[in-house]
């Protein structure tokens, strides 16, 4: 296995924008530190969960991916354009108590992400499984492919951290940047 293109492929599926790193921020900017990474907890969980899942029903994934993988897009497009719509008209001026930034919805997000749910099936099959095959290598494996996920959410809460102040002066035109940016994600899964 190269170890490199497997980093390499985990390491820009994970910290590119995509709907849970795009959600992430916004909470950052509405709720804080504190909130986003409870999301982040949830999201960071059901991610190992799907990695496990993978792994241990790959021969069975495979057989009825494609059947799989359109319901998720429809979903998750939908669910991505429904975000998108939130983060738009989202006004920060109005503090509310949001059922988004919860564990919860952060777990559910990943279920039903696409690009989660592709990178997901498509890892473990791909780089791991065609070299290691002991239930010790995938179990390292997964646990290494969820710290680097991780990794990825807790560094898109910093740098919302770190940025609120910015983000909260440019609110009306971050939260036009970042339902965009859903919406292109949302748009290119079917491209």
Do not use: R
């Amino acid at each position: 296995m190269n170890i490199t293109s497997f980093l390499l492929y985990c390491f820009i599926v994970t910290f590119t924008p995509g709907p849970t790193n795009i959600v992430i921020l916004s909470t950052v900017q509405k709720f804080g530190t504190k909130k986003a990474m409870e999301y982040t907890y949830g999201a960071t969980i059901a991610f190992a969960m799907l990695l496990v899942i993978s792994a241990m029903l790959n021969t069975m994934l495979i057989t009825i991916m494609p059947k799989i993988l359109i319901v998720m897009q429809i979903i998750g497009s939908f669910y991505m354009f429904y975000l998108a719509y939130q983060i738009y008209k989202m006004d920060s001026s109005k503090p509310t108590v949001d059922q988004t930034a919860t564990f919860m919805s952060g777990f559910i997000m990943q279920f039903i992400n696409p690009k989660v749910l592709v990178f997901t099936m498509t890892v473990i099959p791909s780089f791991i499984m065609p070299h290691y095959f002991t239930k010790p290598a995938v179990t390292v494996s997964v646990i290494v492919i969820t710290l680097v996920g991780f990794l990825a959410f807790a560094t898109w809460v910093l740098f919302g951290t770190i940025f609120k102040t910015f983000l909260q002066k440019h609110n009306k035109t971050v939260n036009i940047m970042m339902a965009l940016f859903l919406a292109y994600a949302a748009v290119m899964i079917w491209i």
